[in-house]
């Protein structure tokens, strides 16, 4: 697959990745910890809100990549 493929590919999944990483997090919210103490839904939302930058990442550096040379 060509850079730019991949590109337009990893674009496509990072929007997808964002959305439904926002949602299940708030879900995970809503169930355990809706109603629980200030500094415990601070805490897992800097978690939850740091959690998503590690398969980013890894999605970005497959971006990346160069093209095997033909």
């Known amino acids: 697959m060509r850079q730019r493929v991949r590109k337009a590919v990893g674009a ?15 879900v995970v919210a809503h169930a355990g910890i809706g109603l629980g103490h200030w500094a415990t839904e601070l805490a897992y939302y ?14 970005i550096w497959w971006m990346v990549r160069p093209d095997r040379a033909a």
Not at 12 to 26: D, E, F, I, T
Not at 46 to 59: D, N
């Open 46 to 59: 800097i978690v939850a809100g740091l959690g998503w930058t590690i398969p980013a990442g890894a999605l």
């Open 12 to 26: 496509v999944l990072l929007l997808l990745l964002a959305v439904v990483w926002s949602l299940g997090a708030m």
